[in-house]
């Protein structure tokens, strides 16, 4: 992950998902941070989900060095080498993160990634405009809104 907004750093904090502030891999909290399994509900999904990014991720970029050992690190994971097909026909991807958020509660985030023959792709976390006019959750300022 290249960068973020600090609604999103707020977010994330206390989900642990910038433990590692310099070296932030979605893929990888899943599969290896402690408390993923508690904080994802859906996370059978989710790792369904990274695991076939990361097997597109392959196709578009087969030379890719960091890519490749990225992959193979993770297949060390007992978990990921499980879901890792690194060929085949790929398998539809989760569009919804279901957090048991810490000091939010349940938080679905729909996400949306826009991918590129570039070496990079965007990941868009959306929050539900319902969600975000409650006290619960409050990624976007009502200025920045239009409210």
Do not use: C
């Not at 097909?85 to 729909?110: M, Y």
């Amino acid at each position: 992950m290249l960068g973020w907004n600090s609604a999103w750093e707020d977010f994330a904090l206390p989900l642990g998902l910038l433990d590692h502030r310099y070296d932030v891999n979605l893929a990888r909290y899943v599969y290896s941070h402690p408390q993923a399994r508690r904080m994802l509900r859906n996370w059978a999904e989710a790792a369904d989900t990274f695991a076939e990014l990361l097997r597109r991720a392959t196709l578009r970029r087969p030379g890719d060095a960091v890519l490749r050992d990225t992959v193979t690190m993770m297949r060390r994971n007992p978990d990921f080498a499980a879901r890792w097909r690194p060929q085949g026909a790929g398998l539809p991807v989760s569009k919804v993160l279901r957090f048991d958020h810490p000091e939010l509660g349940d938080v679905d985030i729909p996400v949306e990634m826009l991918d590129s023959d570039a070496e990079q792709s965007l990941v868009i976390w959306l929050a539900d405009r319902s969600a975000v006019a409650g006290p619960g959750l409050r990624l976007v300022p009502p200025q920045a809104a239009g409210e």
